[in-house]
């Protein structure tokens, strides 16, 4: 019998800065081949819970698990899009340096990269459609084309699994179609992609499962039955106007 | 060695250092961490002080591991302070510098009164004396040069992704901390090295000045880094020459760079840099002061001509008779602008040749009504393709009146160019 392990498989993840929990207690499987949303209200955590699971925070208790190993032995397999913002676009690289960043894990120590992962760079930037930015230097992109950039790069690396935070923010409607057509065809090649999310109105429309988060873990599973009304009081409180837009959102979706 | 001059020894030297500092220079400054470099120096002058009078000699290894311990220990504690404090991590760099060199210069005063004080040589360190570089000296310059173009060399593209983004490295598996460290014990070992030639004081300016002068050149790494190197030793060589009186404008006939009334080096070596970066600033083409202010200036002046050849083209559009009469109160009316602008961009139509004074004001002359077509169809082909395409991702960087076929396609200029017949606004071209 072979069992194969879930690509992404949280227990007991705490997280805490500063003796504040930012994360308690979440329990969280993914399953395979799918596009997961994370929603919740800001300092939520969502953040948080990618970061905790590749590592970049630690973790206060609990452990991660990418089908059925620690993180360290499984980095080869992960993709990572991190918020715009926290980088910095003054840096004096073009588009093609950035793109073949996602390249520099499999290259390992000292070794520069070679017409191989050039080739592959441009493969990556025509897939997102800037190939032709690829010696613009990437203070003078658009938001929408720095955010194609982040992804080519993350496509670069070839992983398995893929996270993302908030791909969506501050981007022109072209762009926000091309990047959910990419993510489509991803999930279509087997892979499976976390997106942290802020727009509760695409959520149904986007992801097949979604996971409601609010410093602890909400609800989680198929979009269809986990996105309710219910379970969004539940996540945001009592918040009433992002209560509004939610219910409105699941009104839109339900089969009447 | 042995065959070469006191000048020659110190003018390698000084480029040596030049060259590495500011190649390292480069990536502190990237790394947001040149102020760093400037507490090492200063924190270094009291690691010198103690270790001379631990060891009681001028044995420079042992001073340099006084210098190095005693910025270890800065670093150590702006870290404590940033991490475990309310206090801000320049702050923190500030208070320790300052009270490290405060003490460092108090250390001073005190060895300065032992009996083997005057032979210390410690006060060199303040400034530096680059002319009192010896054989050894110069081999440690050489070593360490050698280590860090290896080390910048193989780590190039690791400390490349930990620049500009920490986060996606540290994912990837990169040991971050590691590396941030590496790249700091390189810049503290190129600071205390660095010390006897140009002194605590200046010995950042060696490190950030070259790097900044270079981002107004380029805007990709590898030729930053390397032409920050190239600044870093043309003005360690200009600054040596001068100081050396061998560019003696200042007529001294001695050019032995150990006499007594020639200039600082060290000091020299930042002024030459300084000026560079200066000339940098103002001069670099695209991102220098002078040359953006020109090509602000000229693409203002481009937009009001354009707008002048549209309103002459729109008042004789709507007039009753064509071609029309255009008076200059209409043109002000118009645009918007001043008395005297107006009659300044008239006579600059009329200098040439687009239009002719006539009584009551001026008219289009045949040139004139073709090049104010032109324009203005370019305009509202523009305009109307702008006002529909919610969807655009095009990067528009030059909306040139010659350039919209070119960036546009035919197809997509031909459906502009129908709409706009249909709204009657597509002025007549005669095709060129």
């Keep these: 019998m072979i069992t194969t392990a879930p690509p992404v498989e949280l227990h007991d993840v705490t997280v805490a800065y500063h003796r504040k929990p930012v994360l308690w207690d979440i329990d969280l499987t993914v399953p395979d081949s799918s596009l997961v949303g994370i929603v919740g209200p800001n300092g939520a955590g969502k953040t948080t819970l990618i970061k905790a699971v590749m590592g970049l925070v630690p973790l206060t208790s609990g452990k991660v698990e990418i089908y059925g190993q620690p993180y360290q032995a499984q980095r080869a397999l992960v993709g990572y899009v991190p918020q715009r913002e926290s980088v910095d676009w003054d840096f004096p690289v073009t588009v093609r340096d950035v793109v073949l960043m996602g390249t520099y894990g499999r290259l390992g120590w000292f070794r520069r990269p070679g017409r191989a992962e050039t080739s592959r760079a441009m493969q990556c930037l025509e897939q997102v459609g800037v190939a032709g930015l690829a010696d613009r230097q990437i203070r003078q992109l658009s938001g929408g084309q720095q955010q194609r950039v982040f992804l080519a790069r993350a496509l670069a690396q070839d992983a398995q699994i893929y996270f993302m935070d908030e791909p969506f923010a501050g981007v022109d409607a072209a762009t926000e179609s091309a990047i959910i057509k990419l993510l489509q065809t991803l999930r279509g090649r087997g892979k499976t992609v976390l997106v942290v999310h802020h727009d509760l109105q695409t959520v149904s429309d986007y992801f097949d499962h979604v996971v409601l988060l609010n410093l602890r873990l909400v609800a989680s599973g198929p979009t269809a039955t986990t996105f309710t009304t219910e379970n969004l009081h539940t996540t945001y409180g009592g918040r009433l106007t992002i209560l509004d837009k939610a219910a409105e959102a699941v009104r839109l979706n339900r089969p009447s | 060695m042995s065959g070469l001059g006191v000048t020659e020894k110190v003018m390698i030297g000084t480029t040596l250092l030049g060259c590495v500092a500011g190649m390292i220079g480069c990536f502190a400054v990237l790394r947001r961490r040149a102020l760093v470099g400037d507490m090492l120096a200063h924190a270094a002058l009291p690691g010198l002080c103690l270790a001379f009078l631990i060891t009681g000699g001028r044995n420079f290894a042992e001073l340099f591991l006084g210098a190095l311990a005693a910025g270890v220990v800065g670093v150590a504690l702006v870290t404590f302070a940033a991490r475990w404090t309310r206090t801000k991590e320049d702050a923190a760099i500030g208070i320790v510098l300052s009270t490290f060199f ?46 860090v173009l290896g080390l910048l060399t193989l780590l190039y593209k690791e400390f490349k992704i930990l620049c500009f983004d920490p986060d996606f490295a540290a994912a990837q598996g990169w040991p971050t901390v590691w590396l941030d460290l590496v790249m700091m014990a390189t810049l503290a070992v190129v600071t205390v090295v660095g010390l006897p030639a140009v002194g605590v004081v200046l010995m950042a300016a060696l490190i950030i000045i070259p790097a900044a002068t270079a981002g107004f050149w380029t805007s990709r790494l590898g030729p930053m880094l390397l032409l920050s190197g190239a600044i870093g030793g043309v003005a360690s060589v200009l600054g040596t020459a001068v100081s050396s009186g061998q560019l003696g404008w200042y007529g001294s006939t001695d050019v032995s760079p150990v006499h007594a009334s020639n200039l600082p080096t060290g000091p020299l070596i930042v002024l030459c840099g300084s000026a560079m970066f200066t000339i940098s600033m103002l001069l670099a083409p695209d991102r220098g002061v002078l040359m953006r202010m020109l090509s602000t200036a000229l693409m203002r002046r481009s937009a009001r001509w354009e707008a002048m050849l549209r309103t002459l083209y729109e008042l004789d559009e709507s007039a009753q008779t064509r071609p029309a009469v255009v008076t200059l109160p209409s043109v002000i009316n118009e645009r918007g602008w001043s008395e005297r602008m107006a009659r300044r961009w008239i006579r600059y139509a009329e200098r040439r040749q687009l239009v002719e004074r006539v009584p009551g004001g001026v008219r289009l002359t045949a040139a004139g009504a073709m090049e104010a077509a032109q324009v203005t169809r370019a305009h509202r082909l523009w305009e109307l393709y702008l006002l529909e395409g919610a969807n655009i991702d095009l990067d528009l960087t030059e909306r040139d009146t010659n350039s919209i076929q070119h960036l546009l396609g035919p197809d997509v200029v031909a459906r502009l160019e129908k709409e706009l017949r249909e709204q009657g606004r597509l002025p007549a071209v005669r095709a060129v």
Excluded at chain 2, 111 to 130: C, E, H, V, W, Y
């Design chain 2, 102 to 147: 405060g003490f460092g210069i108090v250390l001073l005063s005190i060895i300065r009164r032992l009996p083997m004080g005057n032979k210390s040589g410690l006060d060199t360190f303040l400034f530096g004396q680059a002319a009192s570089m010896r054989n050894q000296d110069l081999l440690v310059l050489s070593g360490v040069a050698v280590l």
